[in-house]
């Protein structure tokens, strides 16, 4: 599964509104068409972005191709942006290393005073006004 294929194929509209009529039934070409009020032509494309992600699969019935979601796609993806949201984050601390460069030289500023609002928060927390800081740093407070 391409991830980045499958989420930019997703992330038209057109194409979701698609998906989701699919995985409530299937249906040909013209259906979908008529159901959103498109061209054939304008769907057809849309089928072909969806099909190239590996989303959909097709079955023919008569003159007509009918499509269904493959949920095994839909399902793995879900899996993946889950354990995504899973991802603890790790305080980033110069004296052990892991900070990039420009963060590290951020959490090195003497004088919160002279930091840009982004550096006060990132050193300082959310509320940089009072005494207390995140531990992301080495500052000293004037």
Same mark, same amino acid.
């Given at each position: 599964?391409?991830?980045?294929?499958?989420?930019?194929?997703?992330?038209? +509209?057109?194409?979701?509104?698609?998906?989701?009529?699919?995985?409530?039934?299937?249906?040909?070409?013209? !259906?979908?068409?008529?159901?959103? #009020?498109?061209?054939? *032509?304008?769907?057809?494309?849309?089928?072909?972005?969806?099909?190239? !992600?590996?989303?959909?699969?097709?079955?023919?019935?008569?003159?007509?191709?009918?499509?269904?979601?493959?949920?095994?796609?839909?399902?793995?993806? !879900?899996? +993946?942006? +889950? *354990?995504?949201?899973?991802?603890?984050? #790790? !305080?980033?601390?110069?004296?052990?290393?892991?900070?990039?460069?420009? #963060? *590290?030289?951020?959490?090195?500023?003497?004088?919160?005073?002279?930091?840009?609002?982004?550096?006060? +928060?990132?050193?300082?927390?959310?509320?940089?006004?009072? #005494?207390?800081?995140?531990?992301?740093?080495?500052?000293?407070?004037?």
């Amino acid at each position: 599964m391409d991830k980045t294929l499958l989420l930019k194929a997703i992330a038209d +509209e057109t194409r979701l509104k698609i998906v989701t009529l699919l995985l409530q039934h299937n249906y040909c070409v013209r !259906a979908l068409a008529r159901k959103l #009020e498109i061209s054939e *032509a304008a769907v057809s494309q849309h089928l072909k972005v969806l099909r190239e !992600a590996g989303l959909l699969v097709g079955e023919k019935k008569g003159y007509f191709m009918h499509y269904d979601v493959n949920r095994d796609v839909l399902h793995e993806l !879900a899996s +993946e942006i +889950e *354990a995504l949201a899973e991802i603890e984050r #790790e !305080a980033c601390s110069p004296m052990q290393g892991g900070c990039q460069n420009k #963060e *590290a030289e951020k959490c090195h500023n003497q004088d919160k005073n002279k930091c840009s609002d982004e550096v006060k +928060e990132f050193c300082h927390g959310h509320n940089h006004d009072n #005494e207390t800081h995140t531990g992301h740093c080495k500052c000293h407070h004037s």
